[in-house]
């Protein structure tokens, strides 16, 4: 189940949102820009499909918005946890590289999950919106948005990235260590099985 809180952005003590139902997850980070929408899942994937298996499954949901939106490259990426012995090394880099805020000047932020799940932080107007994103979440981040993800210390997840620039994810690092002030995805899932 997706989860949105939202909080001043001082710190996590006092929460002005939180909700779990998806309309009301879009009515409040559309004022931000911020497109969050559900598609629907395919039956049949595998476990752990490859790039190409993915996007044939979804291939008329990501035809019709990179027309509509003008994406031109499109690709899948994820994590599954594994038992090789540099996975764990691998996970913590991937970890590390997307924890700390930072926008993106040239490119929205457009994902949307095929599995697994993950949280993203919108650090917007004196706020922070913390998004626990789950398969079916569709997610989009305006260019210059500030913010943040993460995939938790055993990362599963596996999603379509959509990019107006060929040049794929280019991440510009604010040197603020807000992210280090709110729950991060454990604690984002945490709060969810709380209600």
């Known amino acids: 189940m997706t ?12 929460v002005v ?9 879009a009515a409040a980070l559309a004022p931000a820009g911020v497109r969050y929408e ?15 298996t993915v996007l044939s499954a979804y291939r008329d949901d990501v035809d ?3 027309a509509a939106e003008g994406f031109t490259t499109i690709d899948v990426v994820g994590l599954r946890p594994r038992k090789e012995l540099g996975w764990r090394l691998t996970a913590k880099a991937e970890r590390k590289k997307f924890l700390s805020e930072h926008t993106h000047d040239d490119d929205d ?6 599995a697994g799940a993950g949280a ?7 706020a922070v ?3 626990l994103c789950e398969a079916g979440d569709l997610l989009g981040v305006p260019r210059g948005t500030r913010h943040w993800f993460d995939m938790g210390a055993t990362p599963s997840y596996t999603v379509i990235r959509f990019f107006h620039d060929e040049d794929g994810w ?3 690092f604010t040197g603020s260590d807000i992210a280090s002030k709110f729950p991060d995805f454990d604690g984002m899932v945490a709060a969810r099985e709380d209600k």
Not at 3 to 14: E, F
Request: proline residues 10%.
């Open 17 to 25: 949102h939180r909700t779990v139902d998806p309309a009301e997850i």
């Open 129 to 131: 919106h913390g998004v």
């Open 109 to 114: 932020e457009v994902r949307f999950f095929v």
């Open 64 to 66: 019709g918005l990179a």
């Open 3 to 14: 989860l949105l809180i939202t909080w001043p952005d001082s710190g996590p003590d006092t």
């Open 38 to 52: 559900q598609w629907a899942l395919r039956a049949g994937l595998p476990e752990d499909p490859g790039p190409e």
């Open 170 to 172: 280019i991440g510009n």
């Open 120 to 126: 993203f932080y919108l650090h917007v107007d004196g």
